[in-house]
T-cell receptor, first 111, second 118 residues
Framework: RKEVEQDPGPFNVPEGATVAFNCTYS??????FFWYRQDCRKEPKLLMS???SGNEDGRFTAQLNRASQYISLLIRDSKLSDSATYLC????????????FGTGTQLKVEL | DAGVTQSPTHLIKTRGQQVTLRCSPK?????VSWYQQALGQGPQFIFQ???????QRGNFPDRFSGHQFPNYSSELNVNALLLGDSALYLC?????????????????FGPGTRLTVL
């Protein structure tokens, strides 16, 4: 079983739609959770950190369910510029801040 | 405030050769992590340097080695290159020294070095 699993997509949605991505992680001791965004052939960029019960930043909402070991990302009112790959990232426990990435979910927002 | 920088941006090598990639962390950061990202995959952790020592290592062979300098910059060396080493190599910087998650453990990535092995 992979440490972090995501549906690779692609998710093709019309502009203005609401889209949700889920991610599961296998290590129950994981303590930090993030969503990174990666544009084609570019570096990952931090979208949101998720530390406790989740958080919201404008059109983006991230939720954490420790009991079920999954985190989610909700994007409301999708924009063309939201088209990218969204990487679910978990901080490996035990110190040293090693990040474990999922394979990413590709989102394509269309007119 | 300079972000994470990496050099070179692109590199082409042949099998068996050796390569050195360089990274300068974001201003104020003291920890550098290296990741390998193959096409269509998420980044895979190679190792992390803090206080000039390798603090953690992922599942990569000894052909992959690194170094951190007193100014916190870092190098990644790969010996005896294989075709499968072709990937985007990403450097990420953060503030180290913490065992528990905090607002300082966020990692910021450089633009990467795209290595092609022929």
């Amino acid at each position: 079983r992979k440490e972090v699993e995501q549906d690779p997509g692609p998710f093709n949605v019309p502009e203005g739609a609401t889209v949700a991505f889920n991610c599961t992680y296998s290590n129950s001791a994981s303590q930090s959770f993030f969503w990174y965004r990666q544009d084609c052939r570019k570096e990952p960029k931090l979208l949101m950190s998720v530390y406790s019960s989740g958080n919201e930043d404008g059109r983006f909402t991230a939720q954490l369910n420790r009991a079920s070991q999954y985190i989610s990302l909700l994007i409301r009112d999708s924009k063309l510029s939201d088209s990218a790959t969204y990487l679910c990232v978990v901080n490996h426990p035990g110190g040293g801040n090693k990040l474990t990435f999922g394979t990413g979910t590709q989102l394509k927002v269309e007119l | 405030d300079a972000g994470v920088t990496q050099s070179p941006t692109h590199l082409i090598k042949t099998r068996g050769q050796q390569v050195t990639l360089r990274c300068s962390p974001k201003s104020g950061h003291d920890t550098v992590s290296w990741y390998q990202q193959a096409l269509g995959q998420g980044p895979q952790f190679i190792f992390q340097y803090y206080e000039e020592e390798e603090r953690q290592r992922g599942n990569f062979p000894d052909r992959f080695s690194g170094h951190q300098f007193p100014n916190y910059s870092s190098e990644l060396n790969v010996n005896a290159l294989l075709l499968g080493d072709s990937a985007l190599y990403l450097c990420a910087s953060s503030l180290g020294g913490t065992e528990l998650p905090s607002s300082t453990d966020t990692q910021y990535f450089g633009p990467g070095t795209r290595l092609t092995v022929l």
